[in-house]
Protein backbone atom coordinates (compact mmCIF):
# COMPACT_ATOMS: atom_id res chain seq x y z
CA UNK A 1 0.00 0.00 0.00
CA UNK A 2 1.32 3.27 -0.71
CA UNK A 3 1.56 6.11 1.37
CA UNK A 4 1.71 10.13 0.62
CA UNK A 5 5.17 11.30 2.19
CA UNK A 6 3.05 13.56 4.66
CA UNK A 7 0.67 10.42 6.18
CA UNK A 8 4.06 8.93 6.97
CA UNK A 9 4.83 12.07 8.61
CA UNK A 10 1.47 12.67 10.10
CA UNK A 11 2.06 10.93 13.23
CA UNK A 12 3.69 13.19 16.29
CA UNK A 13 2.79 11.43 19.00
CA UNK A 14 2.51 7.72 19.97
CA UNK A 15 -0.66 5.06 20.42
CA UNK A 16 -0.72 3.07 23.51
CA UNK A 17 1.07 -0.47 23.96
CA UNK A 18 -2.49 -1.42 24.98
CA UNK A 19 -4.31 -0.23 21.84
CA UNK A 20 -1.08 -1.03 19.32
CA UNK A 21 -1.52 -4.87 20.66
CA UNK A 22 -5.13 -4.61 20.23
CA UNK A 23 -5.67 -3.79 17.00
CA UNK A 24 -2.49 -6.67 15.91
CA UNK A 25 -4.47 -9.37 17.84
CA UNK A 26 -7.73 -8.50 15.74
CA UNK A 27 -5.61 -8.88 12.40
CA UNK A 28 -4.01 -11.95 13.62
CA UNK A 29 -8.00 -13.07 14.48
CA UNK A 30 -9.18 -11.90 11.19
CA UNK A 31 -6.32 -13.27 9.22
CA UNK A 32 -6.42 -16.78 10.88
CA UNK A 33 -10.60 -17.04 9.57
CA UNK A 34 -9.60 -15.53 6.36
CA UNK A 35 -6.86 -18.89 6.21
CA UNK A 36 -9.94 -21.15 7.05
CA UNK A 37 -12.06 -20.10 4.66
CA UNK A 38 -9.40 -20.56 2.13
CA UNK A 39 -8.80 -24.25 3.30
CA UNK A 40 -12.93 -24.55 2.72
CA UNK A 41 -12.50 -23.39 -0.44
CA UNK A 42 -9.77 -26.06 -1.44
CA UNK A 43 -11.88 -28.52 0.23
CA UNK A 44 -14.79 -27.46 -1.90
CA UNK A 45 -16.84 -26.82 0.83
CA UNK A 46 -20.70 -25.41 0.23
CA UNK A 47 -20.37 -22.27 -1.35
CA UNK A 48 -23.44 -20.83 1.44
CA UNK A 49 -21.21 -21.98 4.21
CA UNK A 50 -17.75 -19.76 2.62
CA UNK A 51 -19.93 -16.86 1.84
CA UNK A 52 -21.30 -16.77 5.31
CA UNK A 53 -17.66 -16.99 6.37
CA UNK A 54 -16.73 -14.31 3.96
CA UNK A 55 -19.42 -12.35 5.48
CA UNK A 56 -17.71 -12.43 8.69
CA UNK A 57 -14.41 -12.05 8.05
CA UNK A 58 -15.85 -8.54 5.97
CA UNK A 59 -17.39 -7.57 9.64
CA UNK A 60 -13.98 -8.20 11.17
CA UNK A 61 -12.26 -5.84 8.43
CA UNK A 62 -15.25 -3.41 9.48
CA UNK A 63 -14.60 -3.96 13.33
CA UNK A 64 -11.46 -3.15 13.25
CA UNK A 65 -11.52 -0.36 10.76
CA UNK A 66 -13.81 1.03 13.06
CA UNK A 67 -11.19 0.86 16.17
CA UNK A 68 -8.79 2.49 14.61
CA UNK A 69 -11.12 5.18 13.24
CA UNK A 70 -12.35 5.60 16.88
CA UNK A 71 -8.08 5.58 18.56
CA UNK A 72 -7.81 8.09 15.27
CA UNK A 73 -10.33 10.50 16.26
CA UNK A 74 -10.32 10.35 19.61
CA UNK A 75 -6.07 10.71 20.15
CA UNK A 76 -4.81 11.61 16.79
CA UNK A 77 -7.36 14.60 15.61
CA UNK A 78 -7.19 16.07 18.77
CA UNK A 79 -3.52 16.92 18.34
CA UNK A 80 -4.36 17.50 14.71
CA UNK A 81 -6.96 20.82 16.18
CA UNK A 82 -4.79 21.88 18.78
CA UNK A 83 -1.55 21.86 15.95
CA UNK A 84 -4.14 23.67 13.38
CA UNK A 85 -3.21 20.46 10.97
CA UNK A 86 -6.03 20.67 8.89
CA UNK A 87 -4.11 18.44 6.49
CA UNK A 88 -4.62 15.54 9.19
CA UNK A 89 -8.24 16.39 8.75
CA UNK A 90 -7.71 16.14 4.82
CA UNK A 91 -6.50 13.06 4.74
CA UNK A 92 -9.07 11.56 7.26
CA UNK A 93 -11.49 12.33 4.75
CA UNK A 94 -10.01 10.42 1.88
CA UNK A 95 -8.64 7.43 3.61
CA UNK A 96 -12.64 7.05 4.86
CA UNK A 97 -13.71 8.04 1.21
CA UNK A 98 -10.65 5.09 0.12
CA UNK A 99 -12.12 2.68 3.12
CA UNK A 100 -15.98 2.89 2.18
CA UNK A 101 -15.70 2.66 -1.30
Known amino acids: MKKSKHIENAHTHHHSSKH ?6 RI ?11 R ?8 SEILI ?7 EVNNT ?3 VLKEHL ?6 AVLEEDSQSIEDLKKAIDMFVK
Open 20 to 25: IKAVSN
Open 28 to 38: SRTIGHLQAVK
Open 40 to 47: MVESDKDC
Open 53 to 59: QLAAVKA
Open 65 to 67: AKA
Open 74 to 79: AHCMIH
